[in-house]
T-cell receptor, first 114, second 112 residues
Framework: SAVISQKPSRDICQRGTSLTIQCQVD?????MFWYRQQPGQSLTLIAT?????????ESGFVIDKFPISRPNLTFSTLTVSNLSPEDSSIYLC???????????FGDGTRLSIL | SQQGEEDPQALSIQEGENATMNCSYK?????LQWYRQNSGRGLVHLIL?????REKHSGRLRVTLDTSKKSSSLLITASRAADTASYFC????????????FGKGTHLIIQP
């Protein structure tokens, strides 16, 4: 399976600032996704990162708050903008070859807001 | 949006016993996957079962799928302390590059 490197592994940020999270894969993958896991909760899909085009966002998530880039088939970034305490979560990227194959996850970024 | 419900939400058993977790979902699926998460870390993929399969095994893991009841179960046999983790089911609806819809998870504690 693909090796996924997610950075940073954790960060503490001030309110009103932004954090950009990187997801690097060691091989080309068709699908890349971003998920949020709020404290003590399950994972919720934020968006599908589309290579060369705008990301596809799930209900409740908007581009202004969670801009996503995917310049090629091995790399994506998620920015969490205008941070507030409610954004304190673990953010995870995942990759997959197709919808009939398992998705594999990075180790996640644990974000805390002061 | 989340559609899955895991049952139970928490489970504590003695080492060596079997652990069974259940998952229900609401819409039609292409496949269902089970993941393990240790202490808020990244997710580890355990097993994928397709909608036309009824049972699948992998080592000490056994997964069943009943599409008529929209439910799945994960059985861990001969549990070990290292199995202590949160377990999530996730469904893929197919029809393209869909992300996964996760259940709420079961927190499993194996007592030595």
């Amino acid at each position: 399976s693909a090796v996924i490197s997610q950075k940073p592994s954790r960060d503490i940020c001030q309110r009103g600032t932004s954090l950009t999270i990187q997801c690097q894969v060691d091989s080309q993958v068709t699908m890349m996704f971003w998920y949020r896991q709020q404290p003590g909760q399950s994972l919720t899909l934020i968006a599908t990162a589309n290579q060369g085009s705008e990301a596809t966002y799930e209900s409740g998530f908007v581009i202004d708050k969670f801009p996503i880039s995917r310049p090629n088939l091995t790399f994506s970034t998620l920015t969490v903008s205008n941070l507030s305490p409610e954004d304190s979560s673990i953010y995870l990227c995942s990759v997959g070859l197709n919808s009939n194959q398992p998705q594999h996850f990075g180790d996640g970024t644990r974000l805390s807001i002061l | 949006s989340q559609q899955g419900e895991e049952d139970p939400q928490a489970l504590s058993i003695q080492e060596g016993e079997n652990a069974t977790m259940n998952c229900s979902y609401k819409t039609s699926i292409n496949n269902l996957q089970w993941y393990r998460q240790n202490s808020g870390r990244g997710l580890v993929h355990l097993i994928l079962i397709r909608s036309n399969e009824r049972e699948k095994h992998s080592g000490r893991l056994r997964v069943t799928l009943d599409t008529s009841k929209k439910s799945s179960s994960l059985l861990i046999t001969a549990s070990r302390a290292a199995d202590t983790a949160s377990y999530f089911c996730a469904t893929a609806s197919g029809g393209g590059a869909d992300g996964l819809t996760f259940g709420k998870g079961t927190h499993l504690i194996i007592q030595p």
